[in-house]
């Protein structure tokens, strides 16, 4: 009787601990992956990367002689059903750590087993799980700094190469990729995505080869500068499991390992890709990161319902440019350089007052790395109200922030081309510029760029006050 291997956020071969144990197994396999919407909530970009992903997958596993069954709705029923038709005697798995995933997985579990299945769960996504990691005294850890050194003590286990041989299990009816309907229609907004991305595991693979080689060395200098391609962009491609952590590891590890320069480098690296770890601890201890204040203070704090300023955010019109750059950028590519993803989460937060979960929802719509641990717990650290947060009265200004990052203005000029004119003092600040310049630049503001939506000076003060509400109850 054949086993289930059932695709989730793992959609690679190489490094597969599910897909190598049910192959290893020596049964033919069921390969499946369930569009199950009630569990996963999908934004539109990452719809768009799903459809490009299982397509690569698929291809993977058809060369190995596998099709990979896709079918939609509720995944319990679905695998109770497959598993009747074909007789499977076994289902495999690799874990999720979103709290309607959990739920969902113990129910599947408990049923098969009661049918007399054996249900094997894995470790696909992460370095290390979050029960394996803990303080001295047993508790799951609150800030990242003390977490980062005891991952560090932690033996990450070396990536598994894919399987040999797999074989195909019975015949089985499933739908086209094209019937889950990922892919937008009218209007076809993906064009951006598609130049900057290359779905599956292939793509992930070269991504991290190519950063690895050009890259790596500079990572803590240029990590910070939007306009570089400094960074490895492997967020996407790790959210959907088409590379795993332990390979990155081990790939930097071996990249850095006879170079006194890249070690440093690459120990940056490593630790920004442990915040991917320490964001999933957080949400597998805290599963109501996503929708409430992880510091209850936060209850208190007044926000503010500016309709205006949210749709001139989303839109990339606030008049400040490196914010409206980076909005810009997500929206075109489905991607937000870092930095930028703070100082315009920042400024929407605490210069427009407007609550951190409405820029999260955004930017989970938006983004083609949208990732529950991330996102929710990205955000809450801007807010101020989340686990190890930055402080909520450290209020970036846009202006010096665009000054440090970008001081010549090429990443603005790239994604706000019409201030592409202005000299590199006023780009970051158009609305000070003197009549000449603008007119050189042959900017008009109001007309061919907004004014600022509020004034930053004004908005902190502003931003302060309301704080006064959370120090009052905390
Ligand atoms: P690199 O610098 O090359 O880092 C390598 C990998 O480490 C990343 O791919 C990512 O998986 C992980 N990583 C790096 N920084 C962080 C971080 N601060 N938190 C968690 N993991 C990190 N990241 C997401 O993957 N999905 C999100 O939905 C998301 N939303 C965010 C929202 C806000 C407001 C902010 C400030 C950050 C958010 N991040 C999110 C974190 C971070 O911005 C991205 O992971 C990073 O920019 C991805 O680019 P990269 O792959 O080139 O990163």
């Known amino acids: 009787s ?47 990367w799903l459809h490009h992903s299982l397509a690569a997958l698929g291809a993977a596993l058809e060369k190995h002689g596998v099709p990979l069954l896709l079918k939609r709705g509720a995944a319990g029923p679905i695998l109770e059903e497959l598993a009747a038709e074909t007789g499977a005697r076994a289902l495999y798995w690799n874990r999720c750590y979103e709290p309607a995933a959990i739920a969902r997985d113990k129910k599947i579990k408990d049923a098969m087993k009661e049918k007399g299945l054996e249900v094997k769960s894995f470790n696909a996504a992460l370095l290390c799980e979050p029960w394996e990691i803990a303080t001295k005294t047993g508790e ?26 797999l074989v195909a299990g019975p015949k089985v009816e499933d739908e086209a990729l094209e019937t889950f309907a990922l892919l937008p229609s009218k209007p076809d907004w993906a064009g951006g995505l598609k130049e900057a991305w290359q779905p599956g595991e292939e793509g992930a693979r070269a991504r991290l080869a190519a950063f690895l080689d050009e890259h790596l060395r500079e990572y803590p200098a ?74 209850s203070a ?29 909005m810009r950028e997500l929206w075109h590519t489905g991607w937000m350089h870092n930095r930028v993803r703070m100082i315009a989460a920042s400024f929407l937060i605490k210069d427009l007052l407007v609550h951190w979960k409405e820029g999260a929802d955004w930017f989970w719509d938006t983004l083609a790395d949208a990732d529950l641990a991330n996102n929710y717990a990205s955000w809450q650290w801007v807010a101020g109200s989340g686990a190890d947060a930055s402080p909520y009265f450290r209020i970036f200004n846009p202006v010096l922030q665009s000054e440090k990052f970008d001081p010549k203005g090429a990443y603005i000029r790239k994604w706000v081309p019409e201030l592409a004119g202005l000299d590199d003092k006023h780009i970051h600040r158009p609305w000070e ?12 503001i109001g007309r061919d760029y907004p004014a600022p939506v509020v004034d930053h000076f004004e908005a902190r003060d502003r931003a302060l006050e309301a704080y006064q509400a959370v120090k009052r109850v905390s």
């Open 2 to 48: 054949p086993a289930i291997m059932w695709f989730r956020q793992d959609l690679r071969l190489k490094d597969n601990p599910a897909l190598r144990a049910a192959a290893h197994s020596g049964t033919p396999l069921l390969c499946i992956f369930i569009l199950d919407e009630e569990v996963m909530r999908l934004g539109g970009a990452s719809r768009w």
């Open 433 to 444: 510029a003197p009549e000449a310049a603008l007119e050189k630049a042959g900017i008009k």
């Open 298 to 326: 936060f209850d208190a704090f007044p926000w503010a319902k500016d309709e205006k300023g949210f749709k001139a955010w989303c839109a990339g019109k606030t008049g400040y440019p490196i914010v409206d750059a980076g």
């Open 140 to 165: 799951p850890f609150k800030v990242f700094t003390p977490f980062w050194k005891a991952l560090q003590q932690k033996t990450i286990p070396a990536p598994l190469p894919a399987p040999e041989e």
């Open 222 to 295: 240029k990590r910070d500068l939007p306009a570089q391609p400094a960074t490895s962009r492997l967020s996407p491609h790790l959210h959907w499991g088409e590379i795993g952590p332990r390979q990155v590891w081990s790939a930097t590890e071996a990249a850095f390992a006879s170079d006194a320069m890249q070690t440093k480098s690459g120990t940056a690296f490593l630790r920004e890709l442990a915040w991917r770890d320490f964001s999933h601890n957080l949400l597998y201890h805290w599963p109501s990161l996503e929708s409430e204040n992880w510091k």
